[in-house]
């Protein structure tokens, strides 16, 4: 009777005998890779703070004053920020985390934590896709010492979601916003621009990590592009740099595009720009690419997102303290920070025009 | 030529002059709301550790020693966690705030910030929807003085999907976790159990919020158990007390049925325990309408979920210096940790049987 009752209002009798493995199962075998992640707290002290991890309702972390904590949350839809087809899924855990590792960094924060929401259909539940997923999480969770401490697992109807969670910390005032840009500051860009956005155009027109063509030097430097849009690396060093010797002005990630996200610095600053179309670092392969097929590099790099470079201001006082290289990535010094009323521009040669948010934006095109 | 390059490689023109709303016209409302939630710091000293809210790539929190942080995160998908034609907008705004609490509050832990990822298809994006959702969190948010302080916007191919993540804070070394059980604590939960089931068994045979029926009392009835279901209370006072006070020795919140929690906390524990059915504190209407429909509203106590009560263990010593109420919710003891030997187990009348975990579970089946 107890037994018919139970199948009747859809309760699902007890799976303890199931071959199958089910959330639980995953988040224990996760929580144990998370466990060997790090060496006892001993040799690496800052891990001594954390007291819970995986596991709870809830993950504890002890305070410490003299300390802040950053946090930021970055989520990411299948079919809308990524395609399943094109995206093998190492390289979207560890594009999960270099998101939100860029947004640390672009706070000037040390990556400390991370917790992961996770959301994915019956079929791969049932695939290498969640190990290969988590494998590229973890590698790249371990080459910034970053702990993996809680989440949340779902299934979804059929699309793919992720929710990347994480937590930075900074010595108290050292932390570095898009509000500190003052008229007459220097504004810098690490690395290059352009090939994230690169590697998503040759997506669309069908290449493929990993997929060879005829034509081998263009083979490779279509591989590098779309490595550049698929598996970004965080400018984790350049964000510490920056923001403990207080070195930047004010901060924030290329994530949208250039254009839109010197707006957005440029509006929580209340200042203008004017950046130097020559003095833009596009991104070599990008050059050679668009040379071959007559496109203009510029756009790339101007409106091009997902560079996850960072953009950054530096008084004038300040730039010969800037060291030349972080982890072998240089900078370049793009324009400076003009007052509120010069609004936000361009120079290419001798015309100068408004640089507007042409970035991407989900809603109201 | 530079516009019809832009248009070709797909970028949007500018979109200042565009009528539509864009995601940043979203958040710098929310921010507003946000901004506008709480009154000066000087007032409430403790939202002077906010360093930095909405509106940067994170948000700032200023650490304190002697405190701990806690964080959690909760994702909910549409057609899984809920159904958008029996939950009403702000409903689900407050349910995605309220879930998190509960895990806040089965910490011990004080609520204090929360972020929020949306993903939302472009046809909600253009109705009343994102306006009531953020309508329902914002409620509930000010009623625990939760300040929302970081997010993330993004559009979806055409299912909702909702990333809740909440922080909160404890004096050192009273955060309370799932593996403080000790063979002889007794057992308690909070409020009542089964209305949550009951009230999603109703929305899947029908009913609806608002929808009355001939039937005027089955009709009041069945609201409330909705209700239940849609929008549940985080016990964030009793989770305070069992805290701060030092009363509860392991803690978990019943999210997927009290089967499947007791068996989380008795695993994380490696103890024991002994139910007592008699004891379950059944919600009175769930009891009335199974009475009316002969059905077993044990079951429903049991292995229901979504009932966001608190299951908690207390040491005999310190029994009689729990609460009768807080914030008018009651406590009931209904059994009591055994060693790990003895398995978790509950007894009706003479007959004792294993107490299975046959709550909610996503895979696996």
Same mark, same amino acid.
């Given at each position: 009777?107890?037994?018919?009752?139970?199948?009747?209002?859809?309760?699902?009798?007890?799976?303890?005998?199931?071959?199958?493995?089910?959330?639980?199962?995953?988040?224990?075998?996760?929580?144990?890779?998370?466990?060997?992640?790090?060496?006892?707290?001993?040799?690496?002290?800052?891990?001594?703070? +954390?007291?819970? $991890?995986?596991?709870?309702?809830?993950?504890?972390?002890?305070?410490?004053?003299?300390?802040?904590?950053?946090?930021?949350?970055?989520?990411?839809? %299948?079919?809308?920020?990524?395609?399943?087809?094109?995206?093998?899924?190492?390289?979207?855990?560890?594009?999960?985390?270099?998101?939100?590792?860029?947004?640390?960094?672009?706070?000037?924060?040390?990556?400390?934590?991370?917790?992961?929401?996770?959301?994915?259909?019956?079929?791969?539940?049932?695939?290498?896709?969640?190990?290969?997923?988590?494998?590229?999480?973890?590698?790249?969770?371990? #080459?910034?010492?970053?702990?993996?401490?809680?989440?949340?697992?779902? #299934?979804?109807?059929?699309?793919?979601?992720?929710?990347?969670?994480? +937590?930075?910390?900074?010595?108290? %005032?050292?932390?570095?916003?898009?509000?500190?840009?003052?008229?007459?500051?220097?504004?810098?860009?690490?690395?290059?621009?352009?090939?994230?956005?690169?590697?998503?155009?040759?997506?669309?027109?069908?290449?493929?990590?990993?997929?060879?063509?005829?034509?081998?030097?263009?083979?490779?430097?279509?591989?590098?592009?779309?490595?550049?849009?698929?598996?970004?690396?965080?400018?984790?060093?350049?964000?510490?740099?920056?923001?403990?010797?207080?070195?930047?002005?004010?901060?924030?990630?290329?994530?949208?595009?250039?254009?839109?996200?010197?707006?957005?610095?440029?509006? %929580?600053?209340?200042?203008?720009?004017? @950046?130097?179309?020559?003095?833009?670092?596009?991104?070599?392969?990008?050059?050679? +690419?668009?040379?071959?097929?007559?496109?203009?590099?510029?756009?790339?790099?101007?409106? $091009?997102?997902?560079?996850?470079?960072?953009?950054?201001? @530096?008084?004038?006082?300040?730039?010969?303290?800037?060291?030349?290289?972080?982890? $072998?990535?240089?900078?370049?010094?793009?324009?400076?920070?003009?007052?509120?009323?010069?609004?936000?521009?361009?120079?290419?040669?001798? #015309?100068?025009?408004? +640089?507007?948010?042409?970035?991407?934006?989900?809603?109201?095109?």
């Amino acid at each position: 009777m107890r037994d018919e009752e139970q199948r009747r209002i859809g309760f699902t009798s007890s799976k303890r005998s199931s071959p199958e493995r089910n959330e639980f199962d995953l988040i224990r075998s996760v929580r144990q890779r998370a466990d060997s992640q790090v060496p006892p707290a001993k040799h690496r002290p800052h891990h001594a703070s +954390l007291l819970q $991890g995986i596991g709870d309702d809830g993950a504890v972390i002890k305070q410490q004053s003299g300390r802040e904590t950053v946090i930021t949350t970055d989520l990411l839809v %299948e079919d809308i920020d990524f395609r399943r087809d094109s995206t093998p899924a190492a390289l979207l855990g560890h594009k999960a985390l270099a998101v939100s590792l860029s947004d640390l960094a672009a706070m000037g924060a040390r990556p400390r934590w991370s917790l992961l929401a996770l959301g994915i259909p019956q079929d791969l539940w049932e695939s290498e896709f969640v190990d290969q997923f988590y494998q590229g999480f973890f590698s790249l969770a371990e #080459r910034y010492d970053v702990r993996l401490i809680g989440g949340d697992v779902s #299934r979804t109807p059929e699309k793919v979601v992720i929710d990347s969670i994480a +937590l930075g910390e900074c010595v108290a %005032e050292r932390s570095v916003c898009r509000s500190g840009a003052h008229p007459g500051d220097l504004l810098y860009v690490t690395g290059s621009l352009g090939a994230a956005a690169a590697g998503l155009r040759l997506i669309e027109r069908g290449a493929r990590v990993g997929l060879a063509h005829a034509d081998e030097p263009e083979w490779k430097l279509v591989q590098e592009l779309l490595l550049r849009q698929l598996c970004p690396e965080p400018r984790v060093g350049w964000g510490l740099v920056l923001g403990e010797e207080r070195l930047a002005s004010a901060l924030i990630d290329i994530s949208d595009g250039l254009s839109s996200d010197l707006n957005h610095l440029c509006r %929580e600053s209340n200042v203008g720009a004017l @950046v130097h179309a020559n003095l833009l670092p596009v991104d070599a392969p990008v050059a050679d +690419l668009c040379g071959r097929r007559a496109l203009d590099p510029l756009l790339l790099a101007l409106h $091009g997102g997902e560079d996850f470079e960072l953009l950054f201001t @530096v008084g004038p006082e300040n730039a010969a303290r800037l060291p030349r290289k972080v982890d $072998g990535v240089p900078i370049t010094c793009i324009g400076e920070i003009k007052a509120g009323t010069a609004g936000v521009k361009i120079s290419e040669g001798s #015309r100068v025009w408004e +640089l507007d948010p042409q970035g991407w934006q989900h809603f109201g095109e």
